[in-house]
T-cell receptor
Framework: NAGVTQTPKFRVLKTGQSMTLLCAQD?????MYWYRQDPGMGLRLIHY???????AKGEVPDGYNVSRLKKQNFLLGLESAAPSQTSVYFC???????????FGPGTRLTVL | GQQLNQSPQSMFIQEGEDVSMNCTSS?????WLWYKQDPGEGPVLLIA?????ELTSNGRLTAQFGITRKDSFLNISASIPSDVGIYFC??????????FGSGTRLLVRP
């Protein structure tokens, strides 16, 4: 099992550009999450999904959209990137009824 | 919203020393979890706590779920260089969302 994978690993965008971050998990988990990690602020939940075809807002959803068309994939989109979205983005998944979230290796995004 | 206060923010210790870090919350949690993040990686679960007062060990790590359900601590005994990383506490009430602390950055001097 590869676990949770994220692509790309690094990306530099200019203000106003758009991009999509892809998260894939091969553990057949129901729940998937997108977090951002900023210095001194821990992990903050952007959006999450409790099953294929469902999404919900987390703590900091503004400026992001997500889609869960397939159970194994969770996409995070930035329609018009802003410098405030410079961060490290982590995807995670877990099985319903379990507590442990499994994290991907992260995507480091810089918006100039 | 719920917030977790994690302290200390960072620690720089000598190899072999013991380490203690804690998290406090203004709200009650049903579950406390402790994660470790190695440099350049995603967080990995170390210990999960499910009952108030519970004390759980995992090798050199020991964690406790506070009696009030509003706090938890993590101890690392006899630290080694590979303990370097960021340690996060996380509290859970709902079945699907975690609230993370801001992290404790641990550096170990050989």
């Amino acid at each position: 099992n590869a676990g949770v994978t994220q692509t790309p690993k690094f990306r530099v965008l200019k203000t106003g550009q758009s991009m999509t971050l892809l998260c894939a998990q091969d553990m057949n988990h129901e729940y998937m999450y997108w977090y951002r990690q900023d210095p001194g602020m821990g992990l903050r939940l952007i959006h999450y999904s409790v099953g294929e075809g469902t999404t919900a807002k987390g703590e900091v959803p503004d400026g992001y959209n997500v889609s869960r068309l397939k159970k194994q994939n969770f996409l995070l989109g930035l329609e018009s990137a802003a410098p405030s979205q410079t961060s490290v983005y982590f995807c995670a998944s877990k099985e319903a009824g379990d507590n442990e979230q499994f994290f991907g290796p992260g995507t480091r995004l810089t918006v100039l | 919203g719920q917030q977790l206060n994690q302290s200390p923010q960072s620690m720089f210790i000598q190899e072999g020393e013991d380490v203690s870090m804690n998290c406090t919350s203004s709200s009650i949690f049903n579950t406390w979890l402790w994660y470790k993040q190695d440099p350049g990686e995603g967080p990995v679960l170390l210990i999960a706590l499910y009952k108030a007062g519970e004390l759980t060990s995992n090798g050199r790590l020991t964690a406790q779920f506070g009696i009030t359900r509003k706090d938890s601590f993590l101890n690392i005994s006899a630290s080694i260089p590979s303990d370097v990383g960021i340690y996060f506490c996380a509290g859970q009430n709902s079945s699907y969302k975690l609230i993370f602390g801001s992290g404790t950055r641990l550096l170990v001097r050989p």
